[in-house]
């Protein structure tokens, strides 16, 4: 694969497509499991959000390694031990996201075994690891100002 520039079109939609996910996930009644059990819909739009968000977030770092390093990777799980080796996550930040894709693609393709309580478990406890890595990655984006591509 080529490596040529990233696309700062593709970075800021990502990205607020993660913050909008997160925010409708915390506009949810969160505050206890039996409020988010309150209304058998709660549970259906939380996986909804962060599935969505975790896909967006793993998009953003699939386009990263793909443009910025020349890098393909066919695994959501594979993006941060790459973003790892290229030096945009650490070690405890790569961990996480991969604790975060691992956790997606239980969403997708083990759904049935995902149990409501633990789907409010982390959406009551773990959102802040979404924003920790889209924090970082977008730091090094502000490092890396010469590899954007801000034309449309």
């Not at 650490?90 to 997708?108: D, P, S, T």
């Not at 075994?113 to 977008?138: F, G, M, N």
């Not at 502000?142 to 591509?149: A, R, S």
Request: proline share 3%; hydrophobic share 40%.
């Amino acid at each position: 694969m080529t490596r040529s520039m990233l696309r700062e079109k593709i970075i800021v939609e990502r990205t607020a497509w993660i913050r909008k996910m997160m925010g409708s996930v915390r506009s949810l009644p969160l505050d206890s499991y039996q409020s988010f059990l309150s209304d058998p819909r709660n549970a259906a739009s939380a996986e909804s959000y962060l599935r969505r968000g975790l896909e967006a977030l793993m998009d953003l770092g699939r386009h990263m390694l793909a443009k910025g390093f020349g890098k393909a990777v066919a695994e959501y799980k594979e993006i941060p031990i790459e973003l790892k080796k290229c030096g945009v996550l650490q070690e405890a930040e790569a961990k996480i996201m991969r604790e975060l894709a691992g956790y997606r693609n239980r969403m997708v393709h083990f759904y049935d075994e995902v149990t409501t309580e633990e789907l409010y478990q982390i959406c009551h406890e773990q959102l802040d690891d979404v924003e920790k890595i889209l924090a970082k990655i977008l730091e090094w984006i502000g490092l890396h100002p010469d590899l954007v591509d801000r034309s449309l």
